[in-house]
């Protein structure tokens, strides 16, 4: 069965730094992709981070380029999301999930992790 198990999360100030986690089980990583989307309220879900774990590359949107950092600890099962110089728009609920295919649209990733809330003040 496939798990994602989400922590990290909080609220932060604009300009600080925050790193989700995400524990996952139940699958063998090289066979997938894993992306951490977020949604703001009234929004649609959106890619900020997609990684292919076979070769590490990862794609990042011009929103949160230089700014996200996404990793990974194979012997812990786990990845991150580490997210720098926050700024009130990032504010989200924070979603990982797993995709088969190569892809940072929310229609690719059939199995997600349960969220965690970012919210960043001004």
């Known amino acids: 069965e496939v798990q994602l198990v989400q922590s990290g999360g909080g609220l932060v100030q604009a300009g600080g730094s925050l790193r989700l986690s995400c524990v996952a089980s139940?699958?063998?990583?090289?066979?997938?992709?894993i992306g951490w989307f977020r949604q703001a309220p009234g929004t649609e879900r959106e890619g900020v981070s997609c990684?292919?774990?076979?070769?590490?590359?990862?794609y990042y949107p011009k929103s949160v380029r230089g700014r996200f950092t996404a990793s990974s600890d194979n012997a812990k099962n786990t990845v991150y999301l580490l997210m720098n110089s926050l700024k009130p728009e990032d504010t989200g609920v924070y979603y990982c999930?797993?995709?088969?295919?190569?892809?940072?649209?929310?229609?690719?990733?059939?199995?997600w992790g349960q969220g965690t809330q970012v919210t960043v003040s001004s």
């Open positions: 999930a797993i995709s088969p295919s190569w892809g940072c649209v929310q229609g690719l990733y059939g199995y």
């Open positions: 139940g699958f063998t990583f090289d066979d997938y992709v």
């Open positions: 990684m292919r774990f076979s070769d590490g590359n990862t």
